[in-house]
């Protein structure tokens, strides 16, 4: 069975193979990384980069992360254009979520987030892999790596890693009860965002990616943190199969 190597400014260690049997994550924040603010609950925009094919879990996920009491989502803009979505670029301020063929390169969802010079979010991008067109057939997997990629532009990584489930799109499973957020998530939403409100600051020097990596019939967990003189590789492959 294959394992995937989770990199770290390039070191890897290796992931084993999904267990059988797994312990959900107490605390799932992504690193602490939040968003800058002045009050919660705080209004994030959002850009709509996505084809009518995953406008359905757009909306779905726009709809579930709201009910969040610190997180406000509102779609400020659309572009839907192939060069955009191929592209996929951070806009300050903002998230951007995309859909497109972006290669069967290992992952089935990316999130990369931008930090500024005190390390708080300050733009994110969410890409959905078109390439597995084949994975995106197993019912409730299209919401689920939506849902998650969205949740990571946020500052949450994975409750699990291991293929069982814990009933969130956080989880790396795919059970049908895996595709929206649960009361865990929006718990640890506040416990993240109860931090000292600061003010926003547009200079970004760090971008961080997390992802969801292809492994058919499951997928397991990846990190990838660029720093300013490796920002070419934004975007890149997120963890390599051996």
Not at 79 to 96: K, L, Y
Not at 155 to 171: A, E, I, K, V, Y
């Amino acid at each position: 069975m294959k394992k995937v190597r989770r990199i770290i400014v390039g070191v890897g260690a290796a992931l084993a193979a999904l267990a059988a049997v797994g312990v959900a994550s107490a605390n799932h924040s992504w690193s602490n990384y939040h968003w800058a603010r002045t009050a919660n609950p705080f209004r994030l925009q959002v850009v709509d980069s996505v084809t009518t094919a995953w406008q359905g879990e757009y909306n779905t996920a726009l709809s579930e992360w709201g009910a969040s009491s610190v997180i406000d989502l509102v779609t400020s803009s659309a572009d839907d254009s192939n060069r955009t979505r191929r592209q996929c670029r951070a806009v300050a301020g903002r998230m951007r979520v995309c859909n497109d063929s972006y290669g069967q390169n290992g992952w089935l969802g990316l999130a990369t987030i931008g930090l500024d010079s005190r390390g708080h979010i300050d733009r994110g991008t969410a890409k959905m892999n078109d390439s597995y067109a084949s994975y995106w057939t197993i019912p409730g997997e299209k919401r689920h790596v939506m849902c998650q990629e969205i949740g990571h532009v946020f500052g949450l990584t994975h409750t699990s890693d291991d293929g069982t489930t814990q009933n969130t799109c956080m989880d790396y499973s795919q059970s049908i009860t895996s595709q929206s957020p649960n009361a865990h998530d929006y718990e640890q939403l506040q416990t993240i965002f109860t931090s000292p409100k600061v003010s926003l600051i547009l200079t970004p020097t760090t971008f961080v990616s997390e992802g969801a990596p292809s492994r058919n019939p499951f997928h397991s967990a990846s990190l990838k943190v660029v720093f300013p003189w490796m920002k070419s590789s934004l975007g890149g492959d997120p963890c390599f199969s051996t």
